[in-house]
């Protein structure tokens, strides 16, 4: 029982279908490790985006570089060109990518005014970082038996991806982040004029960067877990 959202056969069925394209990018010439160079480039641009605050824009960035993580390791399998090397490139650049993209929604909510957010952003960010230290720590040390601890928790990182594409798209289409706001009454001995405390964009961007913070954290847990059962069975 591995309590995660994305099973081994999803997983199966989803490189299957990313195979014919990640073929028809090798016959251009482009090998795996391109693909993950491309697939970096793609976060850094969704970074960029979300730091102008352009959330409609990293939204969709994020999902292609989503998607496009699929590819690197499709053609490595059917080329035959699989490696320990290309495999540690995509590992490490994944975990480079998604945190650019984190610190780009940081910056652009501070920039908004929405302090809420960069903090949201940050925990995110440390809590999906600790889903795959404790992957990399326990496979490391030998906890690695079945399909390893990839399949292990709430929130990997494709559940991660969705949640915070979701978020990023309904901020850009409900309106822009900002600062958090205070309903002051009409009768308010205060000189400042009323104001309206609610932002859908605010409420959507906190929604998914929360729940990814929370699933994450859930998710390092399950694994620390699963490596000590694995551990009481040596």
């Given amino acids: 029982m591995t309590g995660s959202l994305v099973s081994p056969e999803l997983r199966t069925r989803v490189r299957g279908l990313a195979e014919p394209i990640a073929r028809g990018f090798g016959r251009l010439g ?54 320990r090397f290309g495999a540690f490139m995509d590992s490490v650049f994944d975990r480079w990518g998604e945190a650019i993209v984190y610190v ?33 720590k326990g496979e490391s040390l030998g906890f690695s038996s079945g399909s390893g601890l990839a399949n292990v928790g709430l929130a990997p990182r494709e559940v991660r991806i969705v949640i915070l594409t979701v978020g990023l798209l309904v901020v850009g289409l409900v309106g ?43 998710t390092t847990i399950q694994r620390i877990l699963h490596v000590r059962a694995l551990a009481r069975e040596d």
Avoid: C, K
């Fill in 176 to 218: 822009a982040v900002g600062p958090w706001t205070v309903v002051v009454p009409v009768d308010s001995p205060y000189s400042f004029p009323p104001t309206d405390a609610y932002r859908p964009g605010d409420a959507a961007l906190s929604a998914s960067l929360g729940l990814i913070t929370i699933l994450a954290t859930i």
């Fill in 30 to 83: 482009l090998t795996p490790n391109h693909l993950t160079l491309i697939g970096f480039g793609i976060a850094i641009v969704a970074a960029g985006a979300a730091a102008a605050q352009a959330w409609l824009a990293a939204g969709i960035l994020v999902i292609v570089g989503g998607v496009f993580d699929l590819f690197d390791g499709a053609l490595a399998r059917a080329t035959g060109r699989a490696s």
């Fill in 104 to 136: 780009g929604i940081a910056f652009g909510s501070e920039r908004a005014g929405f302090v809420g957010g960069a903090f949201l952003a940050g925990a995110a960010m440390a809590s999906a970082f600790m889903v795959s230290y404790t992957r990399a």
